[in-house]
């Protein structure tokens, strides 16, 4: 009981929750324009910026929601721990690769993964780190 009153009132889980909807609703051509909607009204309440047409698997666990962004069309594993201030997104604005980010991993605050790489499952990233492609 108790965990469930958590989920509902931690900011965290909500930003989840909503992600999770904005992105079912962007994958219908119909209700695309409320995902947006939706998808601006997130990133003002929740300082986190998730893109709609990002992959993200089951499981997805964010532990502070502040400053939170992930790209268009990043891909994330199952199982997943993000931190505040973390950026997963492209190299630069020409570029449109995204990272892909394996199951079971974890991503501690302040990391910024960008550009065309491909991290296994069970990977650490430490604080403050930037991974990109050599």
């Given at each position: 009981m108790i965990?469930?009153?958590y989920k509902v009132i931690n900011p965290s889980e909500q930003l989840v929750?909503?992600?999770r909807l904005y992105?079912?609703?962007y994958n219908t051509r119909i209700t695309r324009p409320?995902?947006?909607l939706l998808?601006?009204?997130v990133r003002i309440v929740y300082s986190s910026d998730i893109h709609p047409a990002s992959k993200i698997g089951k499981g997805l666990s964010i532990r502070h929601h502040f400053g939170i962004v992930?790209?268009?069309n990043a891909v994330i594993g199952n199982d997943v721990i993000i931190y505040n201030d973390v950026s997963i997104g492209q190299l630069n604005v020409d570029d449109s690769c995204m990272p892909v980010i394996g199951?079971?991993?974890i991503i501690y605050k302040g990391a910024v993964i960008v550009g065309n790489v491909t991290l296994p499952?069970?990977?650490i990233i430490s604080a403050n780190k930037l991974v990109k492609p050599s």
């Open positions: 965990k469930a009153i929750f909503f992600y992105s079912w609703l409320l995902s947006y998808y601006m009204i992930i790209g268009k199951s079971n991993s499952e069970n990977t």
